[in-house]
Each structure stands twice: as C-alpha cells, then as structure tokens.
C-alpha cells in the first residue's frame, strides 16, 4: 500500500516586524545538540588508559568553546541556507513558518547576522590550536558549498551532511591534541548518514503534493524504495561498525576491557526505535526534536551514557 503524503495546513507567510524572538528562532538553537559531538573526543580521551590524561579545567574549557564555536558557525550555516531556501521554504507545508520564510526576519538582517556570526566564530578559533581553525574554515567552506551546489545532487548531499558531524568531531580532537578512533569516526558518519536518509525520507512524503520547481533541488531524483534499501543497509552497517568498535584490540587495549560489547543492545535499540518513529509515526524530520522530546530514546540514551560510565570506573 503506498503511503500518504504528509500535508499540513498552514496560513500564507507574512511581513511582519522583527523581534529578537523571531531572529533567535531563526539560529535554530535545537539544533545546537548535534555539536555535543565535539565533546566525544574528551570524554573518551579522559579514560584512555594507554595515555593516561589527568583531568586539566583548561581542555575541559577549550572544549566547551570549541562546541560553543561549532554552534555559533552552525547558527550562521543556517541563515545562509534559510536565504538561499527561501523560495522553496515559502512553498513548504513545514518550513514555511521559519521566521525568515514567513518574513518576520528581513533577508538584508539575516544576511548581516550571518555574516557577523561566522566571521565571529572564524577569529574566535584564533584562541584554539591552529589546527581547530583550519577544521572550523573547512566545515564553514563543506557547509557553503552544500548549500549553494552539493544539496542539487541526489546522494551527495547526504554524505556531505554525514561528513560534517565527523569534522565536527575531529575538531573536538584536535582542540585539545588528543587521538580520536577511526572506528569512533565511522560510527559517527554511518549514524549521520542514517538519520539524513531518514529526514530525506520523511521530506519527500511531505512535498510529495508540491510542485517540482517548489521542492527541494536534487530531491526528485530520489526514489523512496532506493531509499527504504539504503536506509536498511546503512543501519545495519552502523550497529556492525559500533559491534566492531568495542570490541577491537586497540579499544580493549585502550579501555583496559571488552565490556563495552555490553552497550551494543543500547545502539541496536536507538537504531530500531528510530525506524519505528519513522516509518510508523512518520517522524524523523527533525532528529534532534526526537532526541529531546522522545521518552523512549531519551531513557535509551542516558542508560547507554551511565553503562559506558559504569564500565570504564570498573576498569580503573
């Protein structure tokens, strides 16, 4: 049975005056939880037993401005992206009441806001080692050049979007000059790349009513079924990818233990409840809305956090 389209009725967006509500709204502050990221290299760091790290206040503090950072490039990434969506955005049942889209945000204002706000961020990564700056003016320069070509081709959008959560990771790394896992990196690209197609997924039933000219570029080319199979492939790649990691020689050298094998249930249980909001609730627009109003995933994630505490304390 072929699914419904996603429909929302919503009024014509309107000129209104600006408040800093409105232009708050428009830095997308919810979205900022996907520079956590940036802390992993850290946490996993403080526990490395092959290079024991005492806890030191001054990385904890670069890499809480490094995430600070990423937060303030990513507010500015999305300005930029609202004004080049602009048209499209207008036409959507969704983003059409972004502050911007429905003109409550002036394009000159928000221009002038993102360009302060990533030239801020450029010359406050000066602070940070200079590798962390040049991995800011890469992710600044991935994220412009999505926006303005890569989001047109079909499938590298995606890869592109799955690339930027592992350069925001390497960035958390090199901050503060510590080594950082290829297996946490993949993991960290493949769970990306999920959770684009599952958005990719969930926005071509919603505009599944539009107009080709006022959708999103490059989302015609995308097939659901192409999409139902990669999204099955790339889950199921990444809990192996995740299995693989924990239980590797150089994470067991590392951590001292195999136990974290034991948290693989808790990323298979993220993975399928996911797929449920998806394909049953017809959720997965906004992933960092899931993680922060979804119960289930929220209980998921804070056991996962404490099991991966509790094993490595058993290990010291």
Not at 4 to 13: A, F, G, M, V
Not at 178 to 200: D, G
Not at 204 to 213: I, Y
């Amino acid at each position: 049975m072929a699914e419904r389209s996603i429909t929302l009725d919503t009024p014509d967006p309107l000129p209104g005056r600006m408040g800093a509500k409105d232009l708050l709204l428009s830095l997308r502050p919810s979205q900022w939880t996907k520079n956590a990221i940036v802390l992993a290299a850290l946490f996993f760091a403080f526990w490395d037993l092959r290079h024991p790290r005492a806890f030191d206040w001054r990385d904890l503090a670069d890499v809480l401005l490094a995430a600070a950072l990423f937060c303030v490039v990513s507010s500015g990434v999305y300005l930029v992206n609202d004004i080049a969506d602009i048209r499209t955005d207008r036409a959507h049942p969704i983003r059409r009441r972004r502050p911007i889209a429905a003109g409550r945000v002036p394009v000159p204002a928000a221009a002038v806001t993102a360009l302060a706000l990533l030239a801020g961020a450029g010359f406050a990564s000066g602070l940070l080692p200079p590798e962390f700056r040049l991995a800011v003016a890469g992710y600044i320069g991935l994220q412009l050049a999505y926006t303005f070509a890569f989001k047109r081709l079909a499938f590298v959008d995606i890869i592109v979007i799955a690339v930027g959560f592992v350069l925001r990771a390497i960035a958390g790394a090199l901050a503060i000059h510590v080594y950082l896992s290829p297996w946490l990196l993949l993991c960290a690209f493949l769970l990306a790349l999920f959770l684009a197609l599952c958005k990719r997924r969930h926005e071509k039933a919603v505009v599944a009513d539009l107009e080709p000219e006022d959708r999103r570029p490059g989302l015609e080319s995308y097939d659901r079924q192409v999409m139902d199979i990669m999204i099955a492939v790339v889950s199921g790649a990444t809990v192996v990818a995740y299995a693989m990691y924990t239980l590797s020689p150089e994470t067991v050298a590392k951590f001292n233990t195999a136990a974290l094998g034991f948290t693989i249930p808790f990323v298979v249980f993220g993975i399928f409840r996911y797929l449920d909001l998806v394909y049953r609730h017809r959720k997965g627009s906004r992933p960092e809305q899931i993680l922060l109003t979804d119960l289930p995933t929220m209980l998921n994630v804070v056991f996962y956090a404490v099991s991966v505490v509790v094993i490595f304390l058993l290990t010291r």
